[in-house]
């Protein structure tokens, strides 16, 4: 069903260039490129934000004035509430991290310069992606885009910068947010009638929104190497080109907001919620990833023998078959995730691994040169993007670090052999949750206090859940009862 992402020799960047321009370390280099910018592409506005817990963008629009004068190098505060609230900006009691007890503060809101560029489609706007500080000016460590950085940094503390690409898959529908909203979300009509995954035909018929999707994504430097109808009626997948980690991350966020944001433009609603309906595959993704060494030389390519990965690639792929069952939480981050995985449905749902092979959780794909990688298959739609990275990325460099070894690879069906091996992945948020609390390898390569708090979050996701009467619920048992 998913073809992977195609990769080449040269890694996708952004301008103005790899090397991060730094307002704080550079402020007469920072001042004049976004003097510049602002100027030559007749700025009035910068669409300034960051990625919260959930994996939602969050942030304001602040004044191209304001951007130049300040805000570039000294960020703009905004209330912690951001990591506070849940979805639905529901404040969550008896978070250790903030709340009534803290007076809910400011924290600070910094651009990364690196990540500024045009807003498609938006005439006089900019985009710029930041990271969140607390009030001792140090990078927020429950944060998920500082999660990855620091992972990131770990990578290149041992001689490798980490490689990434993410492909989604999301359902269309008709109808605007608003409208289906007015609905209760009921009786919702996709956009196609059926399943015709691949079909060329179809794909015709929605290239007025893929087509614009495409465009305006590789305006903002982010590029879609294919696109194409899924197995669902309404649902689509498409494969982001590979670059280094953080911006692997950056794109996916900036790719599901920008589906989103076409979608409604256009009378439709876009969903990248994980599994939507009983009889129809769910929405997975998944995550390529790879390293490169310092020198730009793919670490997991293996010349002597391009059937498998190289010893590091091996050990990489071992860390994370090792940490799935720790790391589900992270990769299935609501209680809806757990549909997606249940029955076999094209998802990684266990601990194992094998050569491309679609029914295990990580896929290998070894190769002589750069395309050598491994695929993460357990991730949903509906996981942060950075969290997912971030989850494959320390479980793999733990792997490296220790030397782990793969068990052996499944040949043929997964699905079939999860019970007798007991290698399944936890089942509910609930049991994933657990595990991700006592995980030794969690609180030594996130923190203790990321792990508390994302324990904290999930678990009030987990009570919303259990206190709500369901539809199921009442059409089951109203009468019969």
């Known amino acids: 069903m998913k073809e992977g992402n195609t990769v080449n020799n040269e890694v996708q960047t952004l ?8 307002a704080a370390e550079r402020p007469e280099e920072a001042q004049k490129f976004v003097e510049d910018f602002i100027r030559d592409n ?36 905004i209330c912690n509430i951001l ?36 807003a498609a489609d ?37 001689g490798y910068e980490p490689i990434a690409a993410y492909e989604f898959e999301f359902y269309l529908f008709e109808g605007t947010p608003r409208e289906n909203a ?34 305006r994504l590789a305006e903002m430097g982010v590029f879609i190497e294919a696109s194409n109808s899924e197995n669902g009626p309404g649902q689509f997948e498409v494969n982001i080109h590979y670059s280094d980690a953080v911006n692997a991350a950056d794109s996916a966020l900036i790719l599901k907001h920008t589906v ?18 009983n009889e129809h595959a769910g929405s997975s993704g998944h995550v390529h990833q790879s390293l490169n060494r310092l020198d730009g030389s793919p670490a997991f390519a293996n010349e002597a023998d391009p059937s498998s990965l190289s010893a590091v690639g091996m050990n990489y792929l071992a860390g994370i078959v090792d940490a799935a069952k720790d790391f589900t939480a992270l990769y299935l981050p609501t209680v809806n995730s757990y549909k997606r995985i249940e029955g076999g449905q094209w998802a990684g749902s266990s601990a194992t691994w094998g050569f491309d092979n679609r029914t295990v959780a990580v896929r290998s794909i070894p190769a002589a040169g750069s395309a050598a990688r491994v695929e993460n298959r357990v991730p949903g739609a509906d996981a942060n993007p950075y969290l997912a990275i971030a989850g494959g990325l320390a479980a793999g460099l733990n792997g490296v670090e220790k030397g782990l070894t793969a068990p052996s690879p499944v040949e043929g069906n997964a699905y079939a052999i999860q019970g007798e091996d007991n290698v399944s992945l936890p ?12 995980s030794t390898v969690a609180r030594e ?17 987990i009570k919303g859940y259990e206190t709500t009467v369901t539809d199921w619920e009442i059409q089951r048992y109203i009468e019969h009862i």
């Open 15 to 22: 301008e103005p260039s790899a090397e991060e321009i730094n």
């Open 42 to 77: 007749d700025i009035n506005v910068v669409k300034m934000g960051s990625v919260d817990l959930d994996g939602v963008w969050r942030g304001k629009r602040v004044s191209a004035d304001y951007f130049l004068s300040a805000a570039h190098k000294a960020g703009s505060n």
């Open 83 to 118: 990591f506070g609230w849940d979805l639905l900006d529901e404040p969550i009691p008896d978070l250790t991290y903030t709340g009534m007890h803290t007076g809910y503060p400011d924290i600070n809101l910094r651009p990364e310069l690196s990540t500024l560029r045009l």
């Open 122 to 158: 938006e005439p006089g706007a900019a985009v710029v992606i930041g990271d969140f500080y607390d009030k001792t000016g140090q990078p927020l460590s429950i944060a998920p885009r500082t999660i990855l950085k620091k992972l990131v940094e770990r990578a290149r503390s041992i």
């Open 182 to 215: 007015r609905k209760g979300w009921r009786d919702l009509e996709p956009y196609s009638v059926g399943c015709h995954t691949y079909s060329v035909y179809r794909d015709t018929g929605s290239e007025f929104l893929l087509g614009k999707i495409r465009r």
């Open 260 to 277: 989103k944001e076409v979608a409604a433009e256009h009378g439709y609603t876009a969903s990248f919620m994980a599994k939507i309906n």
């Open 427 to 438: 089942e509910t948020l609930t049991k994933a949750v657990d595990l991700f609390e006592t």
């Open 445 to 461: 390569l996130f923190g203790d206090e990321f792990v508390n708090h994302f324990t904290e979050t999930r678990r009030w996701e």
